[in-house]
């Protein structure tokens, strides 16, 4: 019903975060550390992501071009349900993309740190 909102509101959260970021620090600082630099990464799996899924709900008539938008926010009692995916299945997803991308952070930093490591101190 509604639960492309949740990781959209992370993913605007996320890109403000971002442009704070371009804006108040120097290039040094946003090459340091494992996730600050892959933060575009995350943007782009979170927009795309939902704008997927509201594809999929205009596709299914669950999105409308005009107000309330949402069908489920017509009635009180569909609108519980809405509420109820939103907070379980949107929160759900957008954890799970959330974790996708630490972990592919995670694997990329190590990867490169092996990478700038010479190879007499990988092997020893």
Known sequence: MACFLVPAGEAIITT???KIIEKTHTDSEKS??????RLKYL?????GGSALLAFEHIWHGEVVPWFPFLTAA????????ML?????VGVGMACVVTG?????SAVAAAIEKRKDT????VTA
């Open 16 to 18: 403000v975060a971002e």
């Open 32 to 37: 340091k550390g494992i996730f600050l630099p």
């Open 43 to 47: 943007n782009t799996m979170l927009w």
């Open 74 to 81: 017509s009635d009180p009692v569909s609108a519980s349900e």
């Open 84 to 88: 109820h995916e939103m907070s379980v």
């Open 100 to 104: 996708a991308w630490i972990i592919m």
């Open 118 to 121: 010479p190879e007499s101190e």
